[in-house]
């Protein structure tokens, strides 16, 4: 696609180009954000986000051998994790997935682990909240016949 200027010459814009500066325009506080990867981590698997009530949270922390990036606002709680990692995972009801780690507050970086990843492993995250919400998780579950 090309884009021509008053001038008449003309400059070519890839489509991932429009799409970027689209996004760039966003400047809404209400609107829809990626949760930020602190400066000096990478996420190399993607990004998603585990929202959990912020009741919850101080509950879960203790729970887990190894907690990534976690932000933090009044209501929720949101731990960073591989992309996909709902994949043959029923979270509990209380917690809501985020893909692509998109939230729409604005919530504060409330821990940061040491290391460059991001991530908390998503199933202890998940054994954790299943313990706190009272959830069975679904390969323990009865099939019923």
Known sequence: MAVSGASGGGQVLSLDSLVRLRRGLRTDAGGPRRLPVP???????????VAVPARFGPLV???????????????????????DSD?????????????????????????????????TPPIPLYLALCRVT????????????
């Open 134 to 145: 009272g959830t069975t998780p679904t390969w323990s579950r009865q099939l019923s016949a």
């Open 39 to 49: 400066d000096g981590m990478t996420a190399p698997l993607g990004c998603d986000a």
């Open 87 to 119: 994949y043959a995972l029923e979270w509990p009801a209380a917690v809501r997935y985020m893909t692509g780690a998109v939230v729409l507050d604005t919530p504060r970086l409330i821990h940061r682990p040491a290391g460059s990843v991001p991530y």
């Open 61 to 83: 922390l203790p729970r887990l051998p190894r907690v990534g990036c976690v932000y933090a606002d009044e209501t929720h709680w949101w731990w960073i994790v591989p992309a």
